[in-house]
């Protein structure tokens, strides 16, 4: 069955008929106990654990501003400030850019090549950081030649401290662009052809029916995108991370906020700061969260 | 869409059925037994039990994921009652938290309920599947299934009779995306097993994410290249041939559950449930 005939079939147009009652309650329990268990009730310790001492003094902010004169925690959030301007510039430029491409291609040539962009998703997280390394170290990497037209003869000198922003973001551009082009793909589908063969008929280019007809009506889309690599980005860990082992200790150990959080919670009497920098970024995500939830309306509540 | 779902009842198996598919299986084993030898054989020592701690703590997240949501998803969509609502925006603000929020206050509670070491403290957080409960709600609050729902009520069918009977038998295509998704999310996860694991030298639990960063872990450079990031090589614990091995088998088991899936990952039902409106 076709996604458009499906869509066609007009069910969504009738009303819906709940039950009231128990049952329901019954259905959802078990979900809501772990939801407490995992989701909600560890949020409530950090904050809990983020107002107080370690010899569970309330404290009030005290944990914060300490955390913030840290002398890593400055650097980590530029550093991560760096890494997603450039991250969320590539990926509006390039994934609706290469989404309105592959548009204008035939069905299957568009399905095989959005396949292969999507391919490295297997490999996310620790395996797709491994396979960068070989990719940025010389006499190794089949890029070889890019690097070394780039003045980079050893794997220290592509990994420069400088370089790193530019390093991460490539990386999650590799694994991580390819689902977002999926779903820009399926956002762009469901403008009505009425509406592209209007526009052809008022004289409309390629290039004008793609900024000023399918770019505004995806906005919410994009929207979506940005908000939710942002609060993804924030929260990079894995990548500095393998780097900093690949690198023995060169790039700095809390290169990301992530990173010295955790370096933090290890320590006991850091503890509650580290409680304190969770919070901080759960705070982003929870924003960002809301931001898509009720600005965009991707997501429904109810009909 | 009705005859869609009618035909989806229709399609459940009888005893005949079922008993042959019993004597296949059987028959299966013997061809495909030489083969998982070969296969374990290949992934012998450390890969395989990297990989089997994998399997076993993203499979039993994803089993978890699906008990759970699919039966929220439809409580959500077709009862009504006191908090419904905040839960669904609960549900939608934790799903689009990102997974790695969470792992601090995990590690920080796992910490004070003695949880560190155990598989629970990363299986319990891949259980944890708002985006699957969302999916399912979606599947199950369309039109037609609400009709279908409510002449099953008319004949008097019970409220978990209704969801065993009509509901369960026509989640296949929700089950399988939530499945392979839960499956992805947890196979590459990182930073959770890192924290409870890694920083406490748990080897035999570290799933296959931490058996690649082992091969980076070959302690301090000394010597005249210390201190000199320019002239750093990669070194790595084991031959690059066999960390390109390690990173393609990560990957095929994400590929067999996309297979198995793909059958209805890519469906009309799937596609249909309004994601993109």
């Keep these: ?303 | 869409m009705r005859s869609f779902f009618a035909a989806a009842l229709a399609r459940r198996m009888s005893a005949g059925q079922a008993a042959s598919v019993g004597l296949l299986t059987l028959v299966a084993a013997f061809f495909l037994v030489p083969i998982v030898w070969l296969v374990l054989e290949a992934i012998s020592g450390d890969i395989g039990l990297w990989l089997s701690n994998s399997a076993f703590y993203s499979t039993a997240g994803a089993a978890i994921a699906v008990v759970l949501c699919v039966p929220a998803g439809y409580g959500l969509a077709t009862h009504e009652f006191p908090g419904r609502r905040a839960l669904l925006i609960i549900t939608i603000v934790v799903m689009l938290i990102p997974t790695n929020a969470l792992v601090l206050p995990l590690f920080l509670e796992a910490n004070s309920v003695h949880l560190l070491a155990s598989p629970l403290a990363v299986i319990l957080p891949y259980g944890l599947f708002p985006f699957g409960v969302y999916l399912s709600y979606l599947y199950f609050n369309t039109g037609s299934f609400h009709a279908l729902l409510q002449s099953a009520r008319i004949d008097g069918c019970g409220e978990w009779q209704a969801f065993r009977t009509i509901a369960a038998p026509l989640a296949a295509p929700v089950v399988a995306l939530i499945v392979f998704l839960n499956f992805l999310a947890s196979w590459t996860n990182f930073f959770l097993p890192w924290v409870m694991y890694w920083s406490l030298d748990e080897t035999s639990r570290y799933p296959v994410a931490l058996g690649i960063a082992v091969q980076l872990s070959g302690g301090e450079v000394s010597g005249p290249f210390a201190g000199y990031t320019g002239l750093l090589r990669l070194q790595t614990s084991s031959p690059p041939s066999d960390i390109a091995f390690l990173l393609l088998a990560s990957v095929v088991p994400v590929l067999v559950v996309f297979g198995l899936a793909q059958r209805w990952i890519g469906s009309g039902q799937v596609q249909g449930m309004g994601f993109f409106r």
Excluded at chain 1, 60 to 84: K, T, W
Excluded at chain 1, 275 to 295: G, S
């Design chain 1, 1 to 303: 069955m076709r996604a458009g005939k499906f869509r066609r079939s007009g069910v969504r147009a009738r009303p819906t008929v709940r039950r009231s009652g128990k049952a329901g309650y019954l259905f959802v329990a078990p979900y809501v106990l772990l939801l407490v268990a995992v989701g909600i009730y560890p949020v409530g310790y950090a904050i809990d654990l983020a107002l107080t001492s370690f010899t569970a003094h309330f404290r009030g902010l005290a944990n914060f501003v300490n955390s913030y004169s840290d002398f890593r925690f400055l650097p980590a959030f530029e550093h991560i400030g760096l890494f997603l301007a450039i991250w969320l510039s590539a990926l509006v430029v390039l994934v609706v850019g290469l989404s309105l491409v592959l548009q204008s291609l035939s069905g299957r040539v568009s399905a095989a090549y959005r396949f292969v962009f999507y391919l490295p998703a297997a490999l996310a997280g620790a395996g797709s950081v491994m396979l960068w390394l070989f990719m940025l170290d010389p006499g190794v990497s089949p890029w070889d030649f890019v690097l070394h037209w780039l003045g980079y003869k050893t794997l220290g000198a592509s990994l420069a401290s400088g370089n790193l922003p530019v390093v991460f973001a490539l990386i999650a551009f590799w694994s991580g662009a390819g689902s977002w082009i999926v779903v820009m793909h399926g956002a762009l589908a469901t403008i009505p052809e009425d509406t592209l063969e209007a526009a052809k008929l008022d004289g409309a280019g390629a290039w004008r029916t793609a900024i000023h007809i399918k770019l505004p009506l995806i906005r919410k889309w994009i929207g979506y995108m940005l908000i939710g690599a942002l609060a993804a980005g924030s929260q990079l860990f894995a990548e500095p991370q393998l780097v900093n082992e690949a690198t023995r200790g060169f790039v700095a150990q809390a290169w990301s906020p992530d990173q010295l959080a955790y370096i933090l919670s290890f320590s006991l009497d850091n503890f509650n700061y580290a409680a304190a920098i969770a919070i901080d970024l759960l705070v982003v995500a929870l924003i960002c969260a809301a931001v898509i939830l009720f600005r965009t309306k991707l997501f429904r509540l109810d009909e």
